[in-house]
């Protein structure tokens, strides 16, 4: 779970990062696929990881203890994201 939480933070950070691009860049094709592919894979990550039962918001009830239980990124440990931007290469 871990693991998976690291990668959707990862590319959480790469879909902000080229909205703020293709905010200056609107016509730049290549940085609107890299969008479109990190959205869906964004969206089919965060799906996993609920299922699994993970929470990444206190707004989803079902798991809400999970996301109680977990410690904060900045408590350190194991949930420490600590990703470079070269980690959004992710093709």
């Not at 879909?15 to 890299?34: G, I, K, S, W």
Request: charged residues 20%; aromatic residues 10%.
């Amino acid at each position: 779970m871990n693991e998976m939480l690291l990668e959707i933070s990862k590319l959480d950070f790469c879909v902000n990062d080229v909205c703020l691009f293709l905010d200056t860049h609107p016509c730049d094709q290549e940085a609107m696929r890299y969008y479109q592919e990190a959205c869906c894979r964004l969206q089919r990550l965060k799906q996993a990881f609920i299922q699994r039962g993970g929470a990444l918001t206190n707004r989803q009830c079902a798991n809400l203890n999970q996301y109680i239980n977990e410690p904060f990124p900045w408590d350190g440990g194991e949930n420490t994201c600590g990703a470079m931007k070269n980690d959004c290469n992710f093709q």
